[in-house]
Every structure is written in structure tokens, then in C-alpha cells.
């Protein structure tokens, strides 16, 4: 079973625009990561955020978390083509070395 | 850059038949795991091995599946008899310690299987 779900399923956008995606989970986590995956390169991460962090950047990246809520969100700006992708949230259970990854936003970025 | 290998990237086998996966982590990395990716869905976790040990199997089908990892280095996944239902991606990845830990996961390409 899947714990994560990506929201929106699917996101179309322009070249330049900002693109947001979130992530519920249901139960408490250790951490949470986000990953990419295209056509080409496979599964990649992005980012980590540990459960006591509430924000966090990474180049064009900004991950938040909200525990109370059970949900994160990534923002990604001045998007470019090559940012077409399917991105997942993963988390990790407290008291367990299980990752489970949500449902995945597909993203598509036109030029 | 260390990449997680995988062979073969295709595979299409018939109904009842057996296949078998290979992987080879990034050197050093203690943790393996062996996802199976439905289309359209996110990775689910079939197995998780730390060193040569299994950390957590729970949802791989066991009458079916094994998976192994002899000397804690490359590991080898297998599917007898496979089912119509088996066709996905099988992704394997790495890491330098358990998933509680704050590391992060090495993906390799995958291996596409189609059963007919």
C-alpha cells in the first residue's frame, strides 16, 4: 500500500512559470524525501527533510512540511523543459527502514 | 559518478516461465532494495536487505518471488512461475545505511519486464 499521495496527479505549466505539488502521508515519519523521475535518467533525488525541519531549499527547490497537517509540499521555480518529469514523495515510517512513495505529479513543463 | 547497475533492461517472458534480475549497488552501500513500479503508480517496496541480511520482505510475494544477496554485495531477484500481473518495472537502489537513517537512495535504470 501506498502511503503518500501526490497532488495534483498531473501538471501542466510553461517554461518559467512556478510549479507546486504536495504530498499527504497518513502516519508519522522519521523523514520525508522527494524524487524525479524521467524517461532518461530513472529515479533521483532531490531533497530531504527531516521531521523537525519546516523548510528547506535546494537550487530552484524549496520543500515544505507540515507534521500537523501530515503533508509537504514542493515548489519549483523558473521551471524549464528539462524539469518534465513525474516527481514522488517518499517517507520514511517512525520506527522503520520502510520508504514508501507516494502516487507521483507528472509534470509537464512547455517551452 | 557510482552508478547502481542492473541487467537485463528488458525482458519479456511467457506465463509460468522464470526470470531472474541482477543488481549490483554502489560500492560500500549496505542497504539494497528491490522495488516493483506499476505504470502510472509510484514505487512499492518488495524487499530491503542490509549487508546479506533481509530487513524487510513483507510485501514480496513469497510463493512466487526470492531474493537474494549471498555476499552482501550484488543481489539477485527471481519471479517462478511468472503471472500476466508481474509485467512492470523492477527498480533496484542503494544506500549507505537503513532508511532511518537521513540518506538518501541511488536508483538504478530498471528493468522493464513484459509477461505475455
Known amino acids: 500500500s501506498q502511503q503518500g499521495e501526490e497532488d495534483p496527479q498531473a501538471l501542466s505549466i510553461q517554461e518559467g512559470e512556478n510549479a507546486t505539488m504536495n504530498c499527504s502521508y497518513k502516519t508519522s515519519i522519521n523523514n520525508l524525501q522527494w524524487y524525479r523521475q524521467n524517461s532518461g535518467r530513472g529515479l533521483v533525488h532531490l531533497i530531504l527533510i527531516r521531521s523537525n525541519e519546516r523548510e528547506k531549499h535546494s537550487g530552484r527547490l524549496r520543500v515544505t512540511l507540515d507534521t500537523s497537517k501530515k503533508s509537504s509540499s514542493l515548489l519549483i521555480t523558473a521551471s524549464r523543459a528539462a524539469d518534465t518529469a513525474s516527481y514522488f514523495c517518499a517517507t520514511v515510517l517512525s520506527g522503520t527502514y520502510k520508504y514508501i512513495f507516494g502516487t507521483g505529479t507528472r509534470l509537464k513543463v512547455l517551452a | 559518478e557510482a552508478e547502481v547497475a542492473q541487467s537485463p533492461r528488458y525482458k519479456i517472458t511467457e506465463k509460468s516461465q522464470a526470470v531472474a534480475f541482477w543488481c549490483d549497488p554502489i560500492s560500500g552501500h549496505a542497504t539494497l532494495y528491490w522495488y516493483r513500479q506499476i505504470l502510472g503508480q509510484g514505487p512499492e517496496l518488495l524487499v530491503q536487505?542490509?549487508?546479506?541480511?533481509?530487513?524487510?520482505d513483507s510485501q514480496l510475494p513469497k510463493d512466487r518471488f526470492s531474493a537474494e544477496r549471498l555476499k552482501g554485495v550484488d543481489s539477485t531477484l527471481k519471479i517462478q512461475p511468472a503471472e500476466l500481473g508481474d509485467s512492470a518495472m523492477y527498480l533496484c537502489?542503494?544506500?549507505?545505511?537503513?532508511?532511518?537513517?537521513?540518506?538518501?537512495?541511488?536508483f538504478g535504470p530498471g528493468t522493464r519486464l513484459t509477461v505475455l
Open positions: 537502489a542503494s544506500s549507505l545505511e537503513l532508511a532511518g537513517s537521513l540518506n538518501e537512495q541511488f
Open positions: 536487505f542490509q549487508d546479506e541480511s533481509v530487513v524487510d
